[in-house]
């Protein structure tokens, strides 16, 4: 990993323009964004206001604008930023790599973080100073000035983003990109140091909003009888499913060591769907694909923040805000997968201006 440059503009210098490309090619070049991802590694980009708390300098920024903003961070780059919801699954990341490299020395087989941000390279000092304060080890940086970033995802292979930002969330699930919208946890709790835990829902996240469509269109009564008829065939495929494939592919090389039971990934489907009525098409869907969970629990339809409370998993994702506020409450970092049918209907008028510290 040590060779992975980080090609970080200056931060004194001019902010260079970050024009993306309408469509995907050769017009994006890899060398230029910090060189291409090691072979088979599991690249996780993180927006600066998910990997640290930024409340100050955003309010800054809202009230007094883009200069004062950046006066701000370069009297304070000295000042380390506080840990953000993403921080202690990062630190996690990392822990696992540490024990992947003791067992497989040369192995490429990694989770690569990326710190993907609109913010101005000015700002990058801080940033640095904050990543070396904290012993984290994150080497590559995409500092876009004011433009958004999302373009540049594609670039880094992205298998995760997690940012702050719901808009820039949204488009990088448009562009096909694995990402959630990232909350803090309404009450401190602590998380595992040893072993990485990452917790899915189902419908909308792991798998298509296929079920969900008939939940909303027919009721519960046709869900049922939809999902037993088509037990036996797969789900499609949802935004998060990649990711878990990751996941596993890491989980089986500690299994190779003959650690199934010392893995330091735990994984857990945490689903509002009953085991009896339609619990079976989703293990088997699963298991079609080649993947499983550690963990499978079925709520039907019971409240998930209890359980999310026991299982205390460094991030957990889902399609709907209302499981999301429900696991915040309980003290679990949760992320918001703006995918399928539950999601609110879009705006149509133009966005705003996002802010500089996404």
Not at 29 to 55: C, E, H, I, Y
Request: charged fraction near 25%; hydrophobic fraction near 40%; include cysteine.
């Amino acid at each position: 990993l040590s060779r992975w440059p980080c090609r970080l503009p200056s931060p004194r210098g001019p902010v260079p323009p970050t024009h993306c490309a309408p469509r995907w090619g050769a017009t994006l070049s890899l060398t230029a964004q910090g060189g291409p991802k090691p072979q088979n590694a599991v690249t996780v980009a993180v927006s600066s206001r998910a990997l640290f708390r930024m409340d100050e300098e955003q309010r800054i920024y809202t009230e007094q604008g883009v200069e004062q903003y950046v006066r701000y961070q370069l009297e304070h780059e000295n000042e380390p930023f506080g840990p953000g919801p993403a921080f202690p699954f990062v630190k996690a990341l990392e822990a696992v790599n540490r024990r992947l490299r003791e067992l497989y020395p040369d192995s490429e087989e990694l989770f690569d973080i990326v710190l993907v941000t609109n913010n101005h390279a000015q700002v990058g000092v801080r940033l640095i100073n904050s990543i070396n304060h904290y012993d984290l080890f994150i080497e590559r940086f995409c500092m876009t000035g004011g433009n958004s970033p999302i373009c540049y995802l594609k670039a880094y292979h992205t298998n995760l983003y997690l940012s702050a930002d719901a808009e820039k969330v949204q488009e990088a699930i448009d562009e096909g990109i694995a990402a959630a919208t990232i909350f803090s946890p309404s009450r401190d709790v602590t998380v595992s140091q040893s072993q990485l835990r990452v917790a899915f829902d189902g419908d909308a996240v792991l798998f298509s909003d296929e079920s969900e469509r008939i939940v909303k269109a027919h009721g519960l009564d046709r869900f049922f009888e939809h999902e037993k008829a088509h037990e036996n065939k797969p789900l499609a495929q949802g935004p998060l499913k990649g990711f878990l494939e990751a996941l596993g592919r890491l989980q089986k090389k500690f299994y190779a060591k003959g650690l199934r039971l010392e893995c330091p990934i735990r994984t857990y489907l945490v689903t509002a769907r009953s085991a009896a009525s339609s619990g079976a098409r989703a293990l088997k869907t699963l298991r079609s694909w080649g993947l499983e969970t550690d963990e499978a629990l079925f709520l039907a339809g019971a409240p998930k923040g209890p359980l999310l409370e026991k299982i205390r998993p460094h991030i957990f994702f889902d399609d709907q805000m209302f499981h999301v506020a429900g696991a915040q409450e309980m003290g679990t970092v949760a992320a918001h997968v703006p995918y399928g049918v539950a999601q609110a209907p879009r705006r149509t008028s133009p966005p705003k201006q996002a802010p500089p510290a996404q």
